[in-house]
């Protein structure tokens, strides 16, 4: 492996060198040809990365990588159409792609299990049951570490869940939308809800594109209120209005949730919750309030090839069941909607098609209206199966008014078809506050840790340190925007997060008002209350000035973001972090393809932070051409993150007086993102 260097690979900095990698106690490789056109379009690679992703996730010390070998490993179609792959499957282990072969295939891919590359090669034809590989692994680990592993627990501390995301399209991240899957429809409510898939999160929209409300927070794996809730993967959904709730399934957490949408609380219908059967003890909310991990009934012990795994499409019976598949149409679960408990589980695609192929042809039967070009880009690598070209696609369009809403997972965008013109358009969003601060663009607490006397901590774009005397600070941010982009929308609170830690404490609201009667002891304030009634401003020109104070202000050139804190001797610091929702500007250009290239690497320049590497712009660019959309069209996101140091010294005395004097002073920090 040491002569596996440059382009051509995958190691997504998980694995540093040969050496380490062969310390390791277990690797499961997966010998690839995924890559094909052939097993692309079949339904080899998704059953095969459903077992791999299980196994992966049931043991935590097994290391898994895929292998890709192909001669044409350094196009840029082969690379783009990789990233697709990652994105559509959420592959977070990594992959090696060579254009050496390692071992030779005659029929598409298969497994390889050894330890330490030392013991004998365990070799798996790619349709091994499921079981096999589970009772091989336990063989080759001897049941010790991953056990270890899972039984460290303490009852006094949070645990913090370590989540893994796909490295390789990671740049993908900062726009909009970010693989969106599913969508179904509220036709009384004029809701749509929308599945942004790997943003884990479900968007609620109006039919004029104005975000709503927004389901889940970050990924993971927690009940609760739509704020805090955490979602891995969400796909399918329906809403049922006589509950006035929202079923969906919940992919890479293989399970099926609730969401009361009036209440705006999220709860698991399957699996169902240890707290439950525990009753409503003290000890039961103790730890369902300290542990991140919900605490489930998952039944690890036994893995057969009926398990609750990747659900993806759901289905509302006239029985009020669900029924539930996976993406590769291999396995089918009936749920009964009262309980949660698997009535009948289904295994084959022959056998599936006899359950529910009516309502694939349904879905198929609004698909004829759809022009074949587009058709086609929506379908892409999408089938399954070929006995159902559109089986794959099912849960990602529905009808709404005289529109049929489609999910365009090529162009990160949701479209609405006019069932009667024929004409395809783009929802045009708005109202981005509701998303909130997006989970990746700010460390929680909890993942900000020491090492040694360094302490670890994200990027930040500016840094900046003063010195002030101790008293009220007015800090302002000028942001300027990239040049040739626009905000799609003025910045909203929402979207901005403020924290103050050391010896100060933010003011805000209607505390910014009052804090400055006491900015002094109680003699200075004696004497500025003299000064005021002398040299009082007229009263109109006082309220002009208080109603032009905003948090978040929109310049003529960028943004303005506002933040008040008193301070105290110490040292203390601000950090500020925004999320930007930008477009580009409008621009003629002389060649319509290059034209289009030139704001694609743009795009991809803003969105990689990281501009050194080269290998993440260049398929970025690749993958916004495929998509037929304008770039003046996608909107994409732009974080700021600002630190601010601030060390105060001592409080100046009056003579012969115990009172402190403290002082106002203001700063004004310009942060530009180009």
Known sequence: MNDVEGPHHFWMNKVEDSKDFCRKNGVLVLFGAFLEEPLVRGNNSAVMFEKVKSLQQRYPTLHVIGFQFSSSIFSDAVRTQFVQIAMKHYITFPVLLSNKI????????????????????????????????????KELMHGENHEKMNNVKSPWAKQIEVIKEPHVCAFLRNLLLYSPGCISVDEMGNRLFLSDTNHHRIIVFDGNGKILDCIGSSPGFEDGEFESAKLMCPAASFYNAAEGCL??????????????????????????????????????????????????DTKSEYLNSESFLFPWHLIKSSDNDLIIANRSFETLWIIDLASGVIKEVVKGFPKIVEICGQLILEKSSLLKQIPGDWLQQLVGTNSPHEGAMYAGIMSSLATFEDHIAICDTVGQRVLKLNRESG??????????????LPYWVSSSLERVYAVGEVLAEGHFDHVQCFRFLPGRIDLQLNIDIPEDTELVEPLQEGCVWRQVRGAAIEVSGAERKAASLEKVGVSQQWYDELDNLAFSEPE??????????SDVNLQEHGV?????????????????YAALYLKMKQHPDSSEVHGKERKAARIADILNHRRAERWGKD???????????????????????????????????????????????SIDVSVSLN
């Not at 919940?250 to 099926?256: C, K, L, P, R």
């Open 102 to 137: 390692f071992t030779e295939m005659t029929d598409g891919a298969c497994f390889g299990l050894f330890k330490g590359f030392k013991s004998p090669f365990t070799y798996y034809e790619r349709d091994v049951n499921l079981v096999t590989i589970d009772k091989a692994i």
């Open 247 to 296: 079923y969906f399934v919940d992919s890479e957490n293989h399970a099926v949730r609730r969401a009361d949408m009036v209440k705006r609380v999220l709860e698991t219908l399957y699996p169902t919750s240890n707290a439950t059967k525990e009753g409503n003890s003290l000890w039961s909310w103790i730890t369902s309030n300290l542990w991140m991990k919900r605490n489930v």
């Open 423 to 436: 004409c395809i358009s783009s929802f045009h969003f708005s109202n981005f506050g509701i998303l909130g």
């Open 540 to 549: 109109s020109e006082l309220s002009a000035e208080e109603e032009s104070t």
């Open 560 to 576: 303005c973001v506002d933040c008040a804190i008193n301070t105290s001797p110490g040292r203390s610091e601000v950090i500020i």
């Open 619 to 665: 398929q970025c660019v690749q993958f916004l051409m495929k998509s037929d959309r304008s770039m003046e069209e996608l909107v994409f996101m732009k974080p700021l993150r600002v630190k601010l140091k601030i060390e105060c010294l001592d409080h100046p005395k009056i003579n012969d007086t115990k009172d402190f004097i403290l002082t106002d002073s």
